[in-house]
């Protein structure tokens, strides 16, 4: 069973910067390929970025690439998202999630999420 908490959500202007972070219980965080997804308002939850379980691979959704960046420290347990120029449509409910023995992301095939981050944007 693994646990995981998002932090670091919160009011942002347009243009500005957020790191979110998602800790994780459990001593065999390695063994999960990690992932960020979002979820705006009256939207589906979407992909935004993944990283394998050793860090070496990452890999993001079209609408954040060259803006977000997902990093891991398995020594502490903890998957960060980073976000820079932000924009309006990046408000969203930013979820954190795992999946054991694989680097194969797909929102069906997730084992754990968290509860979620509440990211805005205003413009």
């Known amino acids: 069973q693994v646990q995981l908490v998002e932090s670091g959500g919160g009011l942002v202007q347009a243009g500005g910067s957020l790191r979110l972070s998602c800790a994780a219980s459990g001593r065999t965080f390695s063994n999960y390929g990690m992932a960020w997804f979002r979820q705006a308002p009256g939207q589906e939850r979407e992909f935004v970025v993944r990283?394998?379980?050793?860090?070496?691979?990452?890999s993001a959704a079209p609408s954040v690439k060259g803006r977000f960046t997902i990093s891991r420290d398995n020594a502490k347990n903890t998957v960060y998202l980073q976000m820079s120029s932000l924009k309006v449509e990046d408000t969203a409910v930013y979820y954190c999630?795992?999946?054991?023995?694989?680097?194969?992301?797909?929102?069906?095939?997730?084992?754990?999420w968290g509860k979620g981050t509440l990211v805005t944007v205003s413009s």
């Open positions: 990283i394998s379980r050793s860090g070496s691979s990452t």
């Open positions: 999630a795992a999946r054991l023995g694989t680097d194969l992301i797909t929102k069906d095939g997730m084992d754990y």
